[in-house]
């Protein structure tokens, strides 16, 4: 739903072509970030927020959603502790 919202597409439609990564990690650092909707280096128009604190295992989330400028695809990056993924979903 918040996906529809931000881009103003329904990536549960059908029909829809999906290719994305899973990441699993630990490690130790501290993240913090905002994404205000300026374009990325792929080309995608990214809004959301990040923070993690971990120590091995990791205690934090992402997520953000953007649009690509060619506005044929939409990408969204989600983690919770020590596991993410980052999928592009192509209308």
């Given at each position: 739903a918040a996906v529809l919202e931000i881009t103003g597409i329904d990536i549960q439609a059908p029909g829809k072509e999906v290719e994305g990564l899973l990441y699993l990690y630990s490690g130790i650092g501290v993240t913090a970030g905002a994404y205000l909707g300026w374009t990325d280096?792929?080309?995608?128009?990214m809004v959301g927020a990040e923070g993690k604190i971990?120590?091995?295992?990791?205690?934090?989330?992402?997520?953000?959603?953007?649009?690509?400028e060619d506005e044929k695809s939409v990408r969204i990056v989600f983690f919770l502790s020590n596991v993410g993924g980052d999928v592009k979903v192509f209308v």
């Open positions: 280096t792929s080309g995608y128009r971990a120590a091995a295992v990791g205690l934090g989330m992402t997520i953000r959603v953007g649009m690509h």
